[in-house]
């Protein structure tokens, strides 16, 4: 019997992780969000602040986790990452000041998730595999949308039956031990023993276009195309998602149905990884780029008409094949440029630019409530800045692997 080649036991490890970091983090937060606005007093824009503190500080994380994996390996930064990840959700249960949710939620928190989340994970992913890598990452990346669809009704549940104190509490243990132990069992750099016949060629092809120094991607279009292209895209993603429970609440939409389309959405985000993912290993990423982003303007002309549930839903199935079909398909487009070696300093650059998309877009978005006491200029900003989107990332050129230089 031929033994299963351990880059697929490195997805599904990558597959929990990312089910805890995203699911507990980003999905959870507009259940968290409506609760404790009602609980607090805090401001819409206020409390959406901590969100964005939070991208920013993953960002930042990011970009030192990306130096980091080579120097000292992927195991021991995810096992920190889970434990100060779950240290963060513990004190979110002991909040009482906004002071407190901005500390706990942006930066401590934040830091542990930004640990065991997208930098990390895809890095080791991508190690792991050459010429099946959009697939792997798609597959991988499936943990988001599942850890999307199970966290936020999970913390929903705990909220309705509890409070959001207990559902923070339920996270911090399922993260700092789920996460620990995936970490120091299943994690690990690959070796050159690990080489198997079926990924050889692709590794001797992956030794000879090592790949390109930071530096030099920095100096590269290529590089600024897509980060910017993505910044716009992720500016105009967020702007919604964060908002999209308060926003069905104010227009007459049960709290308990709406916080049911935000795990709708993380379910269809698998289906939009699986197979945007597949997708990417046999056309030009950036057509993939196109769709998903013509899926994500679909879906606010759907969310700028809902009156019901049914047509919140459809926002959510399109916002989620979106949202799925991005997250392989963004770090693919840059290794495919760039190479696999320092794919990670590469990628955490890359993602600040993506995390301060998700760092305006809450923000902005709460502030245009709390200013003119509706939506609609934010969400119209929102799809305006996702069309324009598409050819400043279409302007990257097709990619070719440049060479160590």
């Known amino acids: 019997m031929k033994k299963l080649f351990y880059g697929w036991w490195i997805v599904g490890g990558a597959f929990v992780l990312l089910f805890l970091a995203a699911g507990s983090h980003f999905y959870a937060f507009p259940v968290f969000f409506e609760a404790m606005i009602k609980d607090t007093g805090w401001s819409r824009a206020q409390t959406a602040g901590a969100l964005s503190l939070s991208m920013l500080t993953n960002g930042v994380t990011g970009i030192i986790v990306g130096f980091l994996i080579r120097k000292i390996g992927i195991r021991k930064i995810l096992i ?57 990452l798609g597959i991988a990346t499936t943990g988001i949308g599942t850890g999307g669809a199970v966290m936020s009704v999970l913390a929903a549940g705990l909220i309705s039956r509890y409070s959001w104190q ?38 001797i092809d992956l030794q000879n276009n090592e790949g390109v120094l930071l530096k030099n991607a920095l100096r590269n279009k290529a590089f600024w195309c897509i980060s910017i292209g993505v910044l716009l895209w992720a500016i105009g993603y967020s702007t919604g998602v964060v908002h999209q429970v308060a926003y069905a609440v104010d227009i007459g939409i049960d709290k308990v149905a709406a916080a049911g389309a935000v795990g709708l959405l993380a379910a269809f985000s698998i289906i939009g990884r699986l197979g945007f993912g597949r997708l ?27 009156d019901n549930i049914s047509m919140l839903y459809l926002y959510s199935l399109l916002i989620g094949l979106n949202v799925g079909g991005m997250t392989p398909i963004l770090p693919g487009m840059l290794a495919d440029h760039f190479g696999q070696k320092y794919f990670g300093a590469i990628y955490g650059v890359s993602v600040l630019f993506l995390t301060g998309g998700n760092v305006i877009g809450p923000v902005f978005g709460g502030w245009i409530f709390d200013t003119t006491g509706t939506y609609l200029a934010a969400f119209l900003t929102a799809t305006a800045l996702s069309i324009i989107a598409i050819p400043i990332v279409y302007s990257s050129g097709k990619a070719k692997l440049l060479h160590l230089v």
């Open 80 to 136: 920190c990452g889970s434990l100060i990840a779950g240290i963060g959700f513990f004190l979110l249960s002991t909040v009482m000041k906004l002071w407190q949710f901005y500390l706990y939620y942006g930066l401590i928190m934040s830091v542990g998730i930004g640990a065991i989340a997208l930098v990390p994970n895809l890095t080791v992913v991508g190690n792991w595999f050459h010429k099946r890598r959009s697939t792997a």
């Open 166 to 203: 207990t559902a923070f509490l339920v996270l911090a243990v399922m993260i700092a031990v789920i996460g620990t132990a995936i970490s120091a069992i299943v994690m690990r750099d690959p070796g050159k023993k690990d080489i198997v016949q079926e990924e050889l060629q692709a590794q």
């Open 280 to 306: 990417g290993d046999i056309i030009d990423k950036r057509h993939v780029f196109m769709m998903g982003t013509l899926l994500q303007v679909a879906a606010y002309i759907v969310l700028l008409r809902t």
